[in-house]
């Protein structure tokens, strides 16, 4: 039993730090799981310690049904499964290119500080949503994006005033089908 707390205490705090660093759809996410995963195991701990609100009857697996509720939720609700982290970082984080990272469906999955600099998107959200929407200021890098294939050329911006030489690569998986994009900026 102490073995099994310490891993799910573990995981707990894994998810935890998770929640604390993410972004706004990632904390979400990940306080769904966090929920999911301490309702069982508070269950467990009343249960073990001897706080049983309907007598002998341990209450932990009617809570692993709690437990799929909340994961079923967050599926729907959510996108729990749907929108992967591909890059994240401190690396990313400190480049001083920009880089904006797209779903198969052409959604901003993460976008660097430069890159949000570059494209005057710093404070709106934006991770989840298509390209269309967070670059629609930008018509010249929705157009390099919605077109899918490798691309680099210059792009000129309006708001904020600024020239930059774009790159967009696809992202392939097993040398087939396309599991998103990456969109590389430089002022």
């Known amino acids: 039993m102490a073995y099994s707390y310490v891993c799910l205490l573990a995981g707990i705090m894994l ?4 929640w604390v660093r993410s972004s706004h759809l990632y904390r979400r996410q990940a306080g769904i799981m966090l929920l ?3 309702v069982p195991f508070a269950s467990n701990v009343l249960y073990m310690s001897g706080i049983r609100p309907s007598g002998h009857l341990d209450l932990t697996p009617f809570a692993f049904t709690v437990t799929g509720l909340v994961v079923a939720f967050g599926l729907f609700r959510y996108r729990l499964f749907d929108l992967m982290p591909l890059a994240h970082g401190v690396l990313l984080e400190n480049l001083r290119e920009g880089i904006a990272v797209l779903d198969g469906e052409q959604r901003v999955v993460e976008m660097n ?3 949000r600099r ?13 390209a269309s929407r967070v670059f629609a200021d930008h018509p010249a890098l929705v157009d390099l994006i919605c077109n899918g294939s ?12 600024r020239v930059l030489e774009v790159r967009h690569s696809p992202l392939i998986e097993d040398g087939e089908a396309s599991v998103g994009g ?6």
């Open 182 to 187: 990456l969109l590389a900026l430089r002022d």
């Open 118 to 130: 570059m494209v005057g998107t710093d404070g709106r959200p934006f991770v989840g949503l298509h």
């Open 113 to 115: 500080p430069a890159a």
């Open 150 to 161: 490798e691309a680099e050329r210059e792009v000129e911006l309006y708001d904020p005033a």
């Open 15 to 18: 998810l935890f730090s998770v």
């Open 36 to 38: 999911g995963a301490s």
